[in-house]
C-alpha cells in the first residue's frame, strides 16, 4: 500500500484556484522557490511525537518483555510493539537501551514527560506553580526548552529556519506548531514540550479547531479582485484591532506587580505573533500542497471512543502541514502519561494505565497498545513518504522522534522506547538497530540538534550535561 | 513549615503505581528528596491519574486542617484584633485569566451568547481542586485561541447589533460614543478611560460600516486583557505589598465571579458607582439577592462538583460508554447541592446526610427504583436511608473515585475524604515499593487483600485512607448498592485513624461516615477553607489566618450554615482588600 495514497495528482476546484493568478495580498506563498525563482532547497523540518507509557513490562515473575530488535546493526527484525514501521526500516533507527535522562520532583510519569524531550529537571513546587505530579507528589514546572523548541529558537543555512524568530518577515506562518489528542489539564504529567523553563507548550487538541486555523485561509474566493480587497481590509482592521489590545496590554503592565510581567509579557508575545501572521502570506493550494478532509471536533470533553479519529485526524495533518510549509517544527502529543484512554477498539475494558499495573499479566494487551500506536504513526510517516520532494521525499527531510515518558510500564527508565524516523537531509544515516545500551538519551538530543543544523551543540538540558552526541549515530 | 506527615514516613522519589496497590508493598524507605510544600500550603491540581484535588492545609499560623479540629495552633481572638489598619495582612491576589465557565457565563450576561465559546481553549489550570488560571503564562495558542473566540462571538453578535447598542450606530459619532462608553464599562467591568474610549472611537471607524465598526470594537474589547483577567490592585492604580481596600469595581467583580462565575449586574455597577458597596449591610443584602438570583444555581454546583473532585471532564470510561448516566449523575450532584445549599437548610451537615436525592434517567434503575409516572429531572426522590445518605452515596461521587477495580478505589475514595473533605494530605508513598494489585480471588473481598497494607511501611500512611475506603465496599463501579464481593458478604466496617477527637474512631458504612463527617469541626473548617480558595482562585496563606478564623468562627456561629459562610467569607478582610506584590509573605 505504500504508494497508493500519494496525493499529487490531487487537483481540486481549489487547486485550480493557483492557475488562476492572484494578486498581490494573496499572491502563493512560495517557500521552495529562492529569490531568483529557481528551485531552492527544501527545508528540513523537525517532528516529534509523543505517545504514553513504557513499553510493556510485568508485575508478575514472568519478568520483563525485551524488544530489542532481533538481528544485526543493519540486518534486523523490529519487535512487536514497533513492527508497524517494518516497511519503512530503511528510514528509521532503534537506538537501543537508552537510559533517560530524567529526573526531579514528582514520580516517574511526571519527571519522564517534563524531561524526555527537554533534559532537563522536573522542578520541585514553587513560583506558584504546585500541583499533582502524580500520586499526591508535588511538581513545579519542567526547567528547560524541548529539543524541537531548541531548533525553533535558531536559525543557520542547514536549519529549518534561514531567520531567527524575531526577524519582522517570517518563512512560515508557524515558527513551531503543538498539537495533541485528549491530553488533559494542564499540569506536569500532561505536558511534554517545554518553550522555556517553566513555560510548557499546551497541545492543540481539537482537530477541527487546527484545520481550521491552519487550511481556513486557503479557500479560494470566486472573485480574486474582491478577495484581494477582502483581504486588505481585514488586514487593517485586524492591526487595528491588534494594536488596540497592545496598548491596553502595555497599560496594565504598569498596573501589576513585577511579579506578572512574565503574564502581560507572554500575552503580547502571543499577540505579535498574530500580527507577524497578518504579514505571512498563507499558502495556496498546489499539487503538493493539498488541503487535508476538514476533520469532526473534539468537543468541549474528551471521548475516549473518539481517541483513534482524532488520533488519525490530528497525524493526518503533519503531511499537509509540511507540505504546505506552514512550519517546519511540529510535535504530536497523543493523550498523556497517566494515559486514562481505555483501547475499547482493541477489545479492553480497563486504561492503558490501570492495566500497567495490574497483577495479571497484561502484556498482550499492553503490547498492543504499542503495536497501534505505532500503527497510527506509520500512517502518517507513509504519507510524508509519498510527498516527492527533489530528489527524496518529505520524510527524507525531515526528522522524526517517536518518544515515550517511561523506559517501561514498571517505571524503569532504561531502555527508553524512542526511535528515529527520516532524514533529516541526510544527516541520519538510517536503516539501522544500534545497541547503545545504558548511554544518557541526552545525547541522542544532542544528536538531533545536530542532525537540524547546530553543529556545535555538545550540551543539552541539566541533568546530563555535555555528553555530546551519540556517536553511534554517526 | 513542613507539611504534615503521616507517622513519620518521609516522601519521596517513588517507584510507585498510581493506581494506590501496594501488595508487594516492602523495601527500604529513602530519605525525603523533595521539597516541601512552599508557604501558604500546596494546592493539589487535579491531576489525570493520581489523587486528585486533594490539598494541604495552610502554614502553621492558620490552624488550618490538619487533624486538630480546628482548635490547633491559630491565631487567638486578641491576636486577630490587633491586626487592623496597617496591621492588617491578607495572602497575596496572582493576576489571573478567567477561566473557561467564567468566560462562557461573562459572554451570555454581556452579549447574550448561548453555549460554550470557551471550548476552544485550552482546559484550565488548578489551584486546589478549583479551576483558576493564576500560575503559568499564555501561550501564542491561548492567545489565538482567545482571539478566535472574540472574532466568532463579535461576528454572531452582529446580527444582534440593534439590541446590544443603546442607539442607532449609523446615527453618527454620538451614538458611537455612547455605545463604547456604556458597553466599554460592561466588558471592562469599570468605566473606560478617556484615552480608551477615543482608541475604541478610532477602531469604529475603521470598520467603515456600523456593523463591521461594531464588531471589531467587540473584538478587541473580548481581547483586551481588562475582559480578560482579574486584575485588582486597589484605588492607586499600583500594586501595593501591603493590603489595601478594594476598588469599588474590583469589589463588584470579585462579588460576582464568586457567587455567579460570571461578570457583574447592573445593580452591582451601580453600587460600585455610587461607592456604595464596601458595607457589610450592603454586602450582607447582595450576598442575599445574588444567591436567590438563578445565575447562583451555576456557582453553587461548581463549587461541589469540583470540591468532591467530580469534574465532567472525566468520569472515567462511563464517560464515553454512557453519556447520558454521566451527565445524569452530574446534574445529581449539582441538583442536590442547589436543593441543599441554596432553597433549604443550607448546611454542611444535610451534604453528608439528607436520604433523598435528585436522580434522573438511568439513575433510577441504579437505585433500584421504579421512575415515578410524570416525573420531571430536578424532583426531590426519598432513597433508602440505610444506603444513601448525601454526596458521598451518590454516583458522581462514587463513580469518580473507582479506578477500575476495588483495590484502587478502596484508596482513592479514602484519599479523597482525606484530601478534600478534612485537608489532610496524604503523603506519596515511599521509595521503592512496587505497587501492584491482588487479583480479585474468588471467595475474598478486598478486605482480605488489603491486609498487606496493615504492616511495615505502608501502614503508616494507608491506615489513614483504606480504612475509609473500605467502608465504601457496598457501593459497585457505578454505584449501585452491593452486600456482596467476590460471592463474600462485606463488611463495610470503617475506620477514621489519626483524624483528630472529633473523627477518630470507628464507624459502618458510609450512611454512619456521613454522621461523623457531619458532626466534625475538622470537616467544617475544611469546607470554609475550600471555599475561600474557591471564592478568591488561591491557597489561603498564613497571612490569611485573621480571615480564617473569622470565617470558621462565623460558619459555626451558623451552626455551619454554607450560605451563612458565604457572607461571613464576602464580609472577610481578605475577600474586600487585595495585596498583588508577594514580596512580603511571611513564611
Known amino acids: 500500500m505504500s504508494r497508493m495514497h500519494r496525493p499529487r495528482t490531487a487537483l481540486s476546484r481549489r487547486a485550480l484556484f493557483k492557475t488562476l493568478g492572484v494578486s498581490a495580498a494573496l499572491a502563493p506563498f512560495v517557500p521552495l522557490l529562492n529569490a531568483s525563482g529557481q528551485e531552492a532547497k527544501r527545508p528540513k523540518r523537525l517532528l516529534l511525537v509523543f505517545t504514553p507509557d513504557g513499553s510493556a513490562d510485568s508485575d508478575t515473575s514472568a519478568g520483563p518483555i525485551d524488544w530489542k530488535p532481533e538481528g544485526t546493526e543493519t540486518d534486523f527484525t523490529l519487535h512487536e510493539i514497533q513492527a508497524p514501521l517494518t516497511p519503512l526500516k530503511s528510514k528509521l533507527v532503534v537506538p537501543w537501551g537508552l537510559k533517560m535522562s530524567v529526573k526531579g520532583a514528582g514520580e516517574q510519569h511526571a519527571y519522564g514527560s517534563a524531561g524526555m524531550f527537554t533534559g532537563s529537571l522536573l522542578k520541585d513546587p514553587g513560583n506558584g506553580a504546585d500541583f499533582d505530579g502524580g500520586n499526591g507528589h508535588r511538581t513545579g514546572w519542567g526547567s528547560g526548552p524541548s529539543v524541537d523548541q531548541i531548533v525553533a529558537a535558531g536559525a543557520g543555512p542547514d536549519m529549518p529556519y534561514g531567520v531567527t524568530p524575531d526577524a519582522a518577515t517570517q518563512e512560515t506562518p508557524y515558527r513551531t506548531l503543538e498539537l495533541g489528542v485528549q491530553c488533559g489539564s494542564p499540569t506536569s504529567v500532561t505536558r511534554v514540550i517545554y518553550k522555556a523553563d517553566d513555560t510548557p507548550l499546551h497541545p492543540e487538541t481539537d482537530p477541527q479547531a487546527a484545520f481550521d486555523r491552519l487550511f481556513g485561509s486557503f479557500m479560494p474566493p470566486a472573485d480574486p479582485a474582491a478577495a484581494q480587497a477582502a483581504a486588505e481590509q481585514k488586514k487593517r482592521e485586524q492591526t487595528s484591532v491588534l494594536d488596540l489590545v497592545t496598548a491596553d496590554l502595555k497599560r496594565m503592565r504598569t498596573r501589576v506587580s513585577f511579579e506578572e510581567y512574565a503574564k502581560i509579557d507572554a500575552h503580547l508575545a502571543g499577540i505579535r505573533a498574530l500580527e507577524q501572521r497578518l504579514d505571512t502570506t498563507m499558502p495556496v493550494e498546489t499539487s503538493v500542497c493539498t488541503l487535508p478532509e476538514r476533520p469532526a471536533s473534539s468537543g468541549k470533553y474528551a471521548n475516549n471512543a473518539n481517541f483513534p479519529t482524532e488520533a488519525a485526524a490530528m497525524l493526518g495533518l503533519i503531511p499537509h502541514i509540511f507540505a504546505c510549509d506552514l512550519t517546519r517544527i511540529a510535535s504530536v502529543q497523543l493523550s498523556c502519561g497517566f494515559s486514562n484512554v481505555t483501547h475499547t477498539w482493541l477489545g479492553h475494558t480497563d486504561a492503558h494505565h490501570t492495566m500497567s499495573h495490574q497483577d495479571q499479566d497484561n502484556r498482550d494487551k499492553l503490547m498492543a497498545i504499542d503495536n497501534w500506536y505505532a500503527a497510527q504513526l506509520y500512517t502518517m510517516l507513509q504519507a510524508l513518504d509519498d510527498i516527492d520532494e527533489g530528489d527524496g521525499t518529505l520524510l527524507d527531510n525531515t526528522l522524526v522522534l517517536w518518544g515515550r515518558e517511561l523506559g517501561t510500564t514498571s517505571h524503569a527508565m532504561q531502555p527508553w522506547p524512542c526511535v528515529l524516523i527520516g532524514g533529516a537531509q541526510g544527516a541520519l544515516r538510517a536503516g539501522r538497530f544500534l545497541d547503545v545500551s545504558q548511554q544518557p538519551s541526552a545525547k541522542l538530543l544532542v544528536s538531533i540538534l545536530q542532525m537540524m543544523g547546530m553543529d556545535g551543540t555538545t550540551s543539552i538540558g541539566n541533568i546530563d550535561t555535555e555528553t555530546g552526541p551519540l556517536s553511534q549515530l554517526a | ?587
Not at chain 2, 479514602?414 to 496524604?426: D, K, M, Q, S
Not at chain 2, 465496599?473 to 452486600?483: K, M
Open chain 2, 1 to 587: 513549615m513542613t507539611t504534615k506527615r503521616c507517622n513519620g514516613v518521609a516522601r519521596a522519589l517513588a517507584a510507585w503505581s498510581a493506581a494506590g496497590l501496594l501488595a508487594g508493598c516492602t523495601g527500604t524507605i529513602a530519605t525525603n528528596v523533595a521539597s516541601d510544600a512552599p508557604a501558604g500550603g500546596a494546592p493539589n491540581g487535579s491531576g489525570t491519574g493520581g489523587p486528585s484535588g486533594g490539598t494541604s492545609p495552610a502554614g502553621g499560623s492558620s490552624g488550618t486542617g490538619g487533624s486538630s479540629g480546628g482548635a490547633g495552633s491559630g491565631p487567638t481572638a486578641a491576636d486577630c484584633a490587633a491586626e487592623t489598619g496597617a496591621a492588617l495582612k491578607i495572602g497575596r491576589s496572582r493576576l489571573s485569566r478567567l477561566t473557561r465557565t467564567q468566560l462562557d457565563h461573562t459572554l451570555r450576561d454581556l452579549l447574550g451568547v448561548t453555549g460554550s465559546p470557551s471550548s476552544a481553549l485550552t482546559p484550565d489550570e488548578t489551584v486546589g481542586p478549583f479551576a483558576s488560571n493564576a500560575l503559568a503564562v499564555v501561550t501564542d495558542l491561548i492567545v489565538q485561541q482567545q482571539q478566535e473566540i472574540a472574532a466568532k462571538v463579535a461576528l454572531d453578535a452582529e446580527a444582534r447589533m440593534a439590541q446590544i447598542a443603546p442607539c442607532e450606530l449609523a446615527t453618527g459619532d454620538a451614538c458611537v460614543r455612547e455605545f463604547i462608553t456604556t458597553f466599554g464599562s460592561k466588558a471592562y467591568r469599570r468605566p473606560l478611560l478617556d484615552d480608551e474610549i477615543s482608541a475604541y472611537t478610532a477602531l469604529f471607524g475603521v470598520g467603515g460600516r456600523p456593523d463591521n465598526g461594531f464588531r471589531l470594537v467587540l473584538e478587541a474589547m473580548l481581547q483586551s486583557p481588562f475582559f480578560l483577567y482579574h486584575a485588582d490592585v486597589g484605588p492607586a492604580g499600583t500594586p501595593s505589598a501591603t493590603p489595601v481596600s478594594l476598588t469599588p469595581y474590583e469589589l463588584a467583580s470579585r462579588l460576582s465571579y464568586f457567587l455567579w462565575d460570571s461578570m457583574p449586574d447592573q445593580t452591582l455597577f451601580d453600587l460600585a458607582a455610587a461607592n456604595a458597596l464596601d458595607d457589610d449591610s450592603t454586602l450582607e443584602s447582595q450576598v442575599s439577592r445574588m444567591l436567590a438570583d438563578s445565575r447562583a444555581k451555576d456557582m453553587v454546583p461548581l463549587f461541589h462538583l469540583q470540591w468532591l473532585d467530580i469534574g465532567p471532564t472525566e468520569l472515567g470510561s462511563l464517560a464515553s460508554a454512557e453519556p447520558d448516566l454521566t451527565q445524569a449523575m452530574l446534574a445529581e450532584t449539582s441538583d442536590f447541592a442547589n436543593a441543599v445549599v441554596l432553597d433549604g437548610d443550607g448546611l454542611l451537615s444535610t451534604l453528608f446526610t439528607a436520604s433523598y436525592s435528585y436522580p434522573r434517567g438511568g439513575l433510577f434503575e441504579l437505585y433500584g427504583l421504579e421512575q415515578p409516572a410524570n416525573f420531571s429531572d430536578g424532583t426531590r426522590v426519598m432513597l433508602d436511608a440505610s444506603k444513601r445518605a448525601g454526596v458521598l452515596t451518590q454516583p458522581g461521587f462514587l463513580v469518580k473515585h473507582y479506578r477500575g477495580d476495588a483495590e484502587g478505589s478502596v484508596v482513592h475514595r479514602g484519599i479523597t475524604v482525606r484530601e478534600n473533605l478534612l485537608c489532610t494530605p496524604i503523603d506519596p508513598p515511599p521509595a521503592t515499593v512496587m505497587a501492584t494489585a491482588l487479583p480479585p480471588v474468588q471467595g475474598t473481598t478486598a478486605r482480605d487483600r488489603f491486609a498487606a497494607h496493615e504492616t511495615g511501611a505502608c501502614a503508616g500512611c494507608h491506615e489513614q485512607m483504606d480504612p475509609i475506603g473500605l467502608a465504601f465496599e457496598n457501593y459497585d463501579g457505578i454505584g449501585r448498592y452491593r452486600t456482596t464481593d467476590g460471592g463474600v458478604s462485606i463488611d463495610a466496617t470503617g475506620e477514621l485513624v489519626a483524624a483528630g477527637d472529633d473523627l477518630s474512631g470507628s464507624f459502618v458504612g458510609v450512611v454512619e461516615l456521613g454522621q461523623k463527617l457531619a458532626t466534625s469541626r475538622t470537616v467544617a473548617d475544611c469546607a470554609a477553607n475550600q471555599w475561600f480558595r474557591f471564592a478568591l482562585g488561591r491557597i489561603e496563606s498564613p497571612d490569611d489566618a485573621c480571615s480564617l478564623k473569622a470565617l470558621h468562627d462565623g460558619f459555626a456561629a451558623s451552626k455551619y450554615n454554607v450560605r451563612e459562610l458565604v457572607t461571613k467569607l464576602v464580609l472577610s478582610d481578605a475577600f474586600r482588600h487585595v495585596r498583588a506584590v508577594g514580596a512580603e509573605d511571611t513564611q
